[in-house]
């Protein structure tokens, strides 16, 4: 079946450490997104890419920076890991047509020691 | 600003017992409301979206543009709708998803 796939699926790092979550998909889908979940604030934009050459910040952009090296695959970095980005990470895709066909990947539990 | 609130962060019930999830939202515009599930352990799914209208599970949402709310409702819940049940929203032109804090819905035996 078609899915959006995330590594790694844990990952314990240290503060300061460079980090990169990758994302692949097989949906054929235009648009991906990065967001973060924590609890009691929900899941917050990071950043989300309509197209290889377009590539735009979300809400919380700061400390996080991105690549989509082709259509299938986005990668989420962390510069210089800090604490309060341990969090749940998930990536998602969509059709370009409206919001509808969202697929979200498994997640990626980041902990920043 | 684009919001959208969820304003329950847990909600427990019994068995049997009806269920409402509220959202509230704000959009300058004609937004599309959502509805997503987290199971425990799960990836986030679709559970319904306004426009369909459907029924997804037993569980319906009507949006009320007056009140800017999009609440989720299940007469009769059952032990399995325990999950984590996120409001989302985005605008027609399909822009990105803004979601809620989410409630996490707890149904006892």
């Known amino acids: 079946d078609a899915d959006v796939t995330q590594t790694p699926r844990n990952r314990i790092t240290k503060t300061g450490k460079r980090i990169m979550l990758e994302c692949s998909q097989t949906?054929?889908?235009?648009?991906m997104y990065w967001y973060r979940q924590d609890p009691g604030l929900g899941l917050r934009l990071i950043y989300y890419?309509?197209?290889?050459?377009?590539?735009n910040k979300g809400e919380i952009s700061d400390g996080y920076s991105v690549s989509r090296q082709a259509q299938a695959k986005f990668s989420l970095s962390l510069e210089s890991a800090i604490p309060n980005q341990t969090a749940l990470y998930f990536c998602?895709?969509?059709?370009?047509?409206?919001?509808?066909?969202?697929?979200f990947g498994s997640g990626t539990r980041l902990t920043v020691v | 600003a684009q919001r959208v609130t969820q304003p329950e962060k847990l909600l427990s019930v019994f068995k049997g017992a009806p269920v409402e999830l509220k959202c509230n939202y704000s959009?300058?515009?004609?937004?599309?409301l959502f509805w997503y599930v987290q199971y425990s352990r799960q990836r986030l799914q679709l559970l319904l979206r306004?426009?369909s209208r459907e029924s997804i599970k037993g569980f319906t949402a009507d949006l009320n543009k007056g009140e800017t709310s999009f609440h989720l409702k299940k007469p009769f819940a059952q032990e399995e709708d325990s999950a984590m049940y996120y409001c989302?929203?985005?605008?027609?032109?399909?822009?990105?998803?803004?979601f809620g804090t989410g409630t996490r819905l707890q149904v006892f035996p």
């Open positions: 959009y300058s515009g004609s937004p599309e």
């Open positions: 989302a929203l985005s605008g027609l032109k399909g822009d990105k998803l803004i």
């Open positions: 949906k054929g889908h235009d648009r």
């Open positions: 890419s309509f197209d290889v050459k377009d590539i």
């Open positions: 998602a895709t969509s059709v370009g047509q409206g919001a509808v066909g969202y697929t």
């Open positions: 306004h426009i």
